[in-house]
């Protein structure tokens, strides 16, 4: 099946630690993205890469890190400098304008 | 860069009627405009969407219609029925190949 593929679907993590979540697309889109929901605030970009080994930053970049070594897969990284960072990740790729998401991940911190 | 203001943000409407989202645009550059439709724990999926050549599109009981003058598009449901229920976006790019932006969202209610 063709798709985005996000993991894990649900995490947990201790306050300071660095978490990676996966995705995955086999759609051969040249563009991904990463974005981040939270209740009431819509979806706000963080990262974007638009080719493979180029990253661009987006809204809320800060405490975040990306890296796209592939073109089918866009590992996020939360990391400790990450002030609010329990919420729900969506990621998506995108061959031209339209965008296509995966399930999401909903990261919690305790 | 581009802003984009929905609403309302929660809309509840008896099942058959019709439903209405409305979302505003800033740059006048833009060129693209989707509605997305998100359930429970899912990722949202596009529902339809428009170009800013075309003033309106229809599929089935959905319908996107585009004022560019006046810088909104909305997003018409008609017959309601409650699988409809969901969490609907409207976007926007800046413009050409830039990432969409987001409206906050509505929570729409189809009661039966």
């Known amino acids: 099946d063709g798709g985005i593929t996000q993991s894990p679907k649900y995490l947990f993590r201790k306050e300071g630690q660095n978490v990676t979540l996966s995705c995955e697309q086999n759609l051969n889109h040249d563009a991904m993205y990463w974005y981040r929901q939270d209740p009431g605030q819509g979806l706000r970009l963080i990262y974007y890469s638009q080719i493979v080994n180029d990253f661009q930053k987006g809204d809320i970049a800060e405490g975040y890190s990306v890296s796209r070594e592939k073109k089918e897969s866009f590992p996020l990284t939360v990391t400790s400098a990450q002030k609010n960072p329990t919420a729900f990740y969506l990621c998506?790729?995108?061959?031209?304008?339209?965008?296509?998401f995966g399930e999401g991940s909903r990261l919690t911190v305790l | 860069g581009e802003n984009v203001e929905q609403h309302p943000s929660t809309l509840s409407v008896q099942e058959g009627d019709s439903a209405v989202i409305k979302c505003t645009y800033s740059d006048s550059a833009s060129n693209y405009f989707p509605w997305y439709k998100q359930e429970l724990g899912k990722g949202p999926q596009l529902i339809i969407d428009?170009?800013?050549?075309?003033g309106e599109k229809k599929d089935q009981r959905i319908a996107v219609t585009l004022n560019k003058t006046a810088k909104h598009f909305s997003l018409h449901i008609t017959e309601t029925q409650p699988e409809d229920s969901a969490v609907y976006f409207c976007a926007a790019p800046f413009s050409g190949n830039t990432p969409l932006v987001f409206g906050k969202g509505t929570r729409l209610s189809v009661i039966a």
């Open positions: 428009i170009r800013s050549n075309v």
């Open positions: 998506a790729s995108s061959p031209a304008g339209e965008l296509f």
